[in-house]
């Protein structure tokens, strides 16, 4: 068995029905769809049991009927697992890993910002990279935000200054 | 807030170099017992922009994400759509991708000394380290063209060969670039004013480094041996010999040495490169459409591991971009390094992560006693390092 392989029937074994896909894509490249309701307890698994001790980063994406979250982690630098997971587009809330992978916590302030996304426990969501003023309702990475309102969200901040 | 704490706002304008940051330092006398970091003064939405271009254009803008490691975030990029594609790239463009990689590490590494030399007040050095940079810049621009964005890298491969004339003239800059590497590496392990500012200072022990998810050179100089170019090699780096250079120093000082010697190992590799460099084409031809796929990319960029997450969805655009810059990996340990330091040393700490090179003008002072505020810019800020420094 490869490693690739033995990692996710490891995953498969301890978590049973919440591993809901998984995917070898190549050599060093793994996926993993985990149940939302899962996030800490397989990340803690991976990070405490099976040494995935560095977190690239956390992508967000907006995919219409539900927002994507992807952790990235990595083995030893060289094994790349991704982690997928589902939430409410309408009320997008995931648990803070930061307590996990301290690194996390400015990934999940970067995801804040762009996707509204709450990341309950997470101590300090204030904005990363907007600015302080920026209105809450508009998540520059959802797809249906035009590139036309973000500029005039932009204009306006500009004018109030 | 006790009554001797003081805020020192550092940033977020700098107008000689690149992205604004702004660090919010709380200090006690001289130390600093924690510090706050806000970005983002210069985000400019790209991933959101690159939702809106075609993946033919995307490899400009994503050029112009850094203009330090350009050729680190074409490489990327290039690699996560040839991945969605399900292209392979001939090998020729694959050695040709490492030379220009490698090329441009030494430039930023040679680059850096030189900033890491003038935060301390050594300017002799940096004018000397940035002379013979230009070196490694007129290597650059004879493969490219051009000195900053090279734009060698496409869809499927390279656009230039290395041919002819260019490998010859290339050996002998290198050699020149080697000589004068080794000068300043026995000459830093020497230099009292080097070893005074920066041996014990910004320390970051292997376990924070590795918690905190630091990369690149910072993670190498707290002494672990990771390099995504070994461990997750792409290009031609699986048939090249190189070392992982390591440090076990955790302080400015090893910082500066593991980048002075990687720049040895990225001379030594660039000339195995052209040795080895088999011939061919040096690019494939490719669809302008993908369907729906996703890839990671992964690429050890000057400054530490470069990441790149790219989605498909059958048209010409890509769905989505993801990327992650090796500075924003670096600031949660930037932070910790900057605690129970002296204010004095805030500047070259900052400059040991090579944060592409940030932030930092504009200091504000605020005494909450006196509720005296007092702005400084980066030059008082590195006069009054000098000054506490020769009081000392």
Not at chain 1, 3 to 30: D, S, T, Y
Not at chain 1, 47 to 72: A, C, M, P, V
Not at chain 1, 123 to 147: F, Q, T, V, Y
Request: proline share 5%.
């Amino acid at each position: 068995m490869s490693r690739e392989e033995e990692v996710l029937e490891k995953l498969k074994e301890k978590f049973g029905e919440g591993i809901l896909g998984v995917n070898i894509q190549r050599q060093r490249r793994i996926f993993a769809e985990i149940d939302r309701s899962l996030l800490r307890e397989v990340l803690s698994y991976l990070r405490k049991e099976l040494n995935f001790d560095h977190i690239s980063t956390i992508t967000g994406y907006d995919y219409g009927d539900g927002i994507e979250l992807i952790y990235h982690l990595a083995y030893e630098d060289s094994l790349e697992l991704s982690v997928k997971l589902k939430i409410s587009r309408e009320k997008p809330e995931a648990d803070s890993v930061s307590d996990i992978y301290p690194a996390a916590a400015i990934y999940e302030r970067e995801v804040h910002d762009l996707l509204g996304v709450e990341f309950k426990g997470n101590p300090d969501l204030s904005p990363l990279i907007l600015p302080d003023e920026w209105p809450a309702e508009l998540r520059p990475l959802r797809k249906d935000e035009k590139l036309e309102d973000i500029k005039s969200a932009i204009e306006a901040e500009a004018e109030r200054r | 807030m006790s009554g001797s704490m003081i805020k020192v706002i550092f940033g977020p304008q700098h107008p000689a170099l690149k992205e604004p940051e702004r660090f919010i330092l709380n200090t006690e006398g001289e130390y600093v017992v924690n510090a706050k970091v806000r970005i983002g003064y210069i985000h400019r939405g790209i991933e959101k922009a690159m939702e809106n271009r075609t993946y033919l254009q995307n490899i400009y803008l994503s050029e112009r994400i850094c203009g330090i490691c350009s050729d680190a975030h074409t490489t990327c990029y290039v690699q996560a759509i040839e991945e969605l594609l399900g292209v392979e790239v001939p090998p020729r463009a694959k050695y040709i991708r490492v030379i220009v990689a490698e090329l441009e590490r030494i430039h930023s590494h040679l680059l850096w000394v030189g900033v890491a030399a003038h935060e301390i007040g050594f300017d002799t050095l940096f004018m000397y380290v940035w002379r013979d940079r230009e070196i490694v810049m007129d290597l650059l621009e004879q493969v490219s063209g051009n000195r900053v964005h090279y734009a060698m890298n496409t869809i499927g491969g390279v656009r230039r060969d290395i041919a002819g004339e260019k490998s010859p003239k290339m050996l002998k800059g290198l050699s020149l670039l080697e000589e004068k590497t080794k000068q300043y590496i026995e000459m830093i392990r020497k230099e009292q004013t080097i070893l005074k500012r920066t041996i014990g200072v910004g320390m970051l022990s292997k376990s924070d480094a590795l918690k905190l998810g630091a990369v690149g050179p910072t993670l190498r100089a707290s002494g672990v041996k990771r390099d995504v170019r070994k461990d997750d090699p792409y290009a031609a780096y699986d048939e090249i010999s190189f070392n992982v250079v390591t440090n076990d120093g955790c302080d400015c000082f090893a910082r500066i040495i593991v980048r002075c010697e990687e720049i040895l190992e990225s001379i030594n590799m660039i000339r195995e490169a052209l040795k080895k460099m088999p011939g061919g084409e040096i690019r494939v031809k490719v669809k302008p459409s993908i369907p729906p796929a996703e890839a990671i990319s992964r690429v050890e960029a000057p400054r530490g591991e470069l990441f790149y997450y790219a989605r498909s969805n059958g048209t010409d655009k890509p769905e989505r971009i993801k990327v992650r810059t090796p500075t924003l990996a670096n600031i949660v340990p930037l932070c910790k390094m900057l605690v129970g330091g002296y204010i004095a040393d805030v500047p070259i700490v900052l400059a040991g992560i090579d944060p592409c090179f940030a932030c930092m003008d504009r200091v504000l002072i605020v005494d909450s006693r006196k509720e005296e505020k007092r702005v400084w810019d980066l030059n008082e800020l590195r006069r009054y390092g000098k000054e506490w420094y020769g009081r000392h």
